[in-house]
C-alpha cells in the first residue's frame, strides 16, 4: 500500500479516536525495544480459510477496520470505525487472507448500527453492527453471552485477527496475521489506563512485558477465546508496549443489543 494511504489512514483513525488519539494513533515510536517480529504486532501469518468469519472493512477503498461475521450477513465491528462513515462508503472484504487479490466476496453494506451511546473509545459502548447486501458462504462466530463470564477471566488465551500496522510504527499488511494473548484482570487493566478502562464496557488483553497486540487498522476485529467472540478491538496506547494491554470492547455486555441487529 502507498504511504499516501497509510497518512489519510492515520489521520482518519486519529480523528475518528478524538480525545484518545494523542495516546493510540500518533504516540510516536511505539515499537517496543526487543524481539518483537513483524505481524499484527508480534503475531504470525493466518488465513481466512483458517479464520472464516475474519472480515476487513475497506472505506472508500482502503482497508481502515476489522470485523466479525457472526450471521451470514451481520458484521460485528466498532463504532469507532463506522461513525461518521455513510453505509455506501464501505466494502466488506470476506474469504480474502490477500488484500491484493480478488479471492473470495467483496459484500456492499446497506445499513450500519452503532451502540446509540458511543461517544469515544475511553467511553466505551465500542460496538457497531453493519448489514451486507447479501448473505456470505462463510462459517459465522457465536458471541460471548453473559453466561460466558469465565472466558474473561485473567489469563484465558485469546487470538485476535487483522490487516492492522505490524509495528506500532505504521507498517500496514496486505495479508492476515493473528498474534494470541491473555486476557487481563481489571484491577491490571486499570492500573495501565485508569478511569478510561470500564470494566463493563472493555476487557483487556496482553502480556505485562508487552511484545503482542492488536494495533491500528485492526480495530473493529475480533477478540476470540473457545470458539467464541469475547471482544472487538478498540484501543490502547501505542501497540505491544510494556504495562499497555489492548483494549477490546467486552462483547458480552453488549450481547442482547447485537442480537437485537442480527
Ligand atoms: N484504535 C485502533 C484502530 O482504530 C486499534 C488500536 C488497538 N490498539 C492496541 N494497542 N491494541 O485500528
Request: aromatic fraction near 6%; hydrophobic fraction near 40%; proline fraction near 5%.
Amino acid at each position: 500500500m502507498s504511504t499516501l494511504r497509510h497518512l489519510v489512514k492515520i489521520v482518519g483513525v486519529a480523528a475518528a479516536l478524538g480525545i484518545a488519539a494523542t495516546a493510540t494513533a500518533t504516540a510516536a515510536p511505539a515499537k517496543p525495544s526487543g524481539d518483537v517480529s513483524p505481524m499484527i504486532v508480534g503475531g504470525s501469518p493466518a488465513t481466512t480459510q483458517q479464520y472464516p468469519w475474519t472480515v476487513a472493512l475497506i472505506y472508500n477503498g482502503t482497508q481502515w477496520c476489522g470485523g466479525t461475521l457472526v450471521a451470514p450477513n451481520k458484521v460485528v465491528t466498532a463504532a469507532h470505525c463506522t461513525a461518521g462513515k455513510a453505509p455506501s462508503t464501505w466494502r466488506i472484504a470476506a474469504g480474502r487472507t490477500d488484500l491484493r487479490t480478488n479471492e473470495g466476496v467483496l459484500a456492499k453494506v446497506t445499513k450500519v448500527w452503532q451502540h446509540p451511546n458511543y461517544r469515544s473509545v475511553t467511553q466505551g459502548d465500542d460496538v457497531a453492527v453493519m448489514t451486507l447486501d447479501q448473505n456470505l458462504p462463510y462459517q459465522t462466530l457465536p458471541l460471548a453471552t453473559s453466561a460466558d463470564a469465565g472466558l474473561y477471566a485473567a489469563g484465558t488465551m485469546a487470538k485476535t485477527l487483522g490487516w492492522g500496522d505490524t509495528t506500532g510504527s505504521g507498517t500496514y499488511s496486505d495479508t492476515l496475521n493473528q498474534v494470541d494473548v491473555p486476557v487481563t484482570s481489571d484491577q491490571t487493566c486499570t492500573t495501565a489506563y485508569g478511569a478510561d478502562y470500564r470494566k463493563a464496557a472493555m476487557v483487556c488483553a496482553g502480556y505485562p512485558d508487552g511484545g503482542k497486540d492488536s494495533c491500528q487498522a485492526d480495530s473493529g476485529g475480533p477478540l476470540v477465546a473457545s470458539g467464541k467472540l469475547i471482544g472487538v478491538v478498540s484501543w490502547g496506547e501505542g501497540c505491544a508496549l510494556a504495562g499497555k494491554p489492548g483494549v477490546y470492547a467486552r462483547v458480552s455486555s453488549y450481547v442482547d443489543l447485537i442480537k437485537q441487529q442480527l
